[in-house]
């Protein structure tokens, strides 16, 4: 009687997102009992399903990684048996009012309720969606927390509108803006790596590190996506958001503690502190077709769902700086592609040179290879590795490049949670490190509105290059231009 029930309603229960990460977030999440004991999942969405319908639908996109998978068809079956489906329009309060009878009927004989909307849908419908769920479902008892999935808008204007729109109907406290990136297991680390340890910190900062380089790479192409793709673009789609977000989580001082407000306060702070971004600083490209070994990659514009001629881009390489005294002239590389020639997101910082090096030339010593890099791989085979220069074992003095080596999978044995897991948890458990802030948002899109509408008032025609390369060469005179050689797969 004294343990509170939890109700999470996912709005837009038929789409893929719902389907391919938050089902199955959930379902680990009661794998290992971590749902509270009294927690019922509901689906919403405009399509007629069954309950029936909707679990077999559930099914189709769960795996199991039980060590004991006889046990799995027990907890799916237990699982599925608290998944219920509810028809109804967005933006209709009665429609909203059915659903919360029938969630209030499953609440019932708990002392208290809590609530989660998951608006797992386009964000042209968020505000009517916000509006209904808070006025005819919020929770008569306990809290209601609502989850919102990006784009929070288009550029900063229309971020702002939505963002008072949503006001409207929730507070501050009740939102949760979701940025995957930060549920990503070596993005949680990167604050331990640095302020729990005494070797890197007093590193991290212009005196030392030559550069940073954040890396976002997929070997795959916008297959069957190209029509929502099409709207945002990848600086839209990836880089205002994840690869910045991580930027302000490596670049910001130590927070006064580990809560959510002073972390984002110091996250905050970075962003307002990026200087303007120079169109020189800019390049764009867009993956074309490839044949290769008898294999036909499709290009682009060969997505039926993308509108002919289109320019937006799918790679993007942008370089930031930030003006304080820790990071004054130091150049901060974003690059993210789709259709590249291999699938993988990293941090790569690279060291200055040794001053005075004993070694350098006389041995021959590549000088770019011998700064030291500290690697974090985001993804996949999450690692963190430094490479250092180390004497070839044997007699003479000759020097190579080694790696002293973090590979997670060769360490901890160990699954890794996907990152919506993290953030489903966070939410019940209304922890909000990890969510980005309405300022921080204010912030992004202060910077990246200005060279967005740039590129698209003057249509500037992206970069081709061929699926499956390295992306454009434009990426690599960027680079260039401040003395940076983009880190490579090693
Ligand atoms: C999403 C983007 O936010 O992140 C996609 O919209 C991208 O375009 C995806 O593919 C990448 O996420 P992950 O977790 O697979 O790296």
Redesign the pocket.
């Given at each position: 009687w004294t343990k509170s029930a939890l109700s999470i309603v996912v709005v837009g229960a038929s789409g893929d997102l719902a389907r391919k990460k938050i089902y199955p977030s959930l379902f680990a999440l009661y794998n290992d009992g971590m749902l509270p004991e009294y927690f019922n999942i509901f689906g919403y969405a405009r399509s007629k399903m069954s309950d029936a319908e909707f679990r077999e639908y559930i099914a189709s996109g769960l795996t199991c990684r039980l060590s004991n998978k006889d046990e799995c068809g027990d907890k799916l079956e237990e699982f599925l048996d608290r998944c219920f489906y509810h028809a109804g329009q967005y933006s209709d309060s009665k429609d909203f009012a059915a659903l919360s009878e029938r969630m209030a009927a499953k609440e019932e004989g708990r002392k208290k309720a809590d609530r989660i909307f998951y608006l797992s849908i386009p964000p042209s419908i968020f505000t009517q969606v916000a509006a209904c769920a808070s006025d005819a479902a919020s929770s008569p008892s306990g809290w209601t927390r609502v989850i919102v999935e990006?784009?929070f808008g288009r550029d900063l204007e229309s971020f702002r509108e939505l963002s008072e729109e949503l006001n409207q109907h929730l507070t501050e406290d009740q939102m949760y803006r979701i940025?995957?990136?930060l549920g990503?297991e070596l993005i949680e680390n990167l604050t331990v790596l640095r302020f729990a340890n005494l070797v890197f910190e007093p590193l991290w900062s212009r005196q030392f590190i030559r550069n940073v380089q954040v890396i976002?790479s997929?070997d795959f192409g916008?297959e069957g996506?190209g029509g929502?793709?099409d709207e945002?673009g990848?600086i839209r789609?990836?880089i205002q958001?994840?690869l910045l977000q991580i930027v302000a989580l490596f670049a910001m001082e130590q927070p006064v503690s580990l809560d959510a407000e002073d972390i984002r306060n110091e996250k905050v702070k970075v962003l307002k502190s990026m200087r303007k971004i120079d169109m020189d600083d800019v390049v764009i490209g867009q993956y074309r077709g490839r044949t290769t070994k008898g294999n036909h990659y499709p290009g682009y514009l060969d997505d039926k769902t993308v509108p002919p001629g289109s320019l937006c881009p799918t790679f993007s390489a942008v370089a930031m700086f930030i003006n304080n005294a820790r990071w004054d002239g130091v150049p901060f590389l974003l690059k993210a592609g789709?259709a590249l020639h291999s699938?993988r997101?990293e941090i790569r910082v690279q060291f200055r040179h040794v001053p005075g090096n004993l070694y350098r030339n006389k041995l021959g010593v590549d000088l770019d290879r011998a700064t030291n890099e500290l690697v974090i791989r985001?993804?996949p085979n999450e690692a963190i590795y430094l490479k250092v220069n180390n004497k070839v074992p044997g007699l003479g003095l000759r020097l190579d490049v080694q790696k002293l080596d973090l590979t997670y999978k060769s360490i901890y044995n160990k699954h890794l949670p996907?990152?919506y897991e993290r953030l489903i948890l966070d939410v019940i458990n209304g922890d909000k490190r990890l969510f980005i802030r309405n300022d921080e948002l204010e912030a992004a899109w202060g910077l990246f509105t200005p060279i967005l509408q740039e590129i698209e008032e003057k249509q500037i025609a992206p970069e081709l290059y061929p699926y499956g390369s390295r992306g454009p060469v434009g990426a690599h005179y960027l680079a260039a231009k401040y003395g940076v050689r983009w880190g490579d797969i090693m």
């Open positions: 990006k784009p940025d995957h990136y990503k976002f997929e916008t996506r929502y793709f945002y990848i789609d990836v958001n994840h789709k699938r997101a985001i993804q996907d990152a």
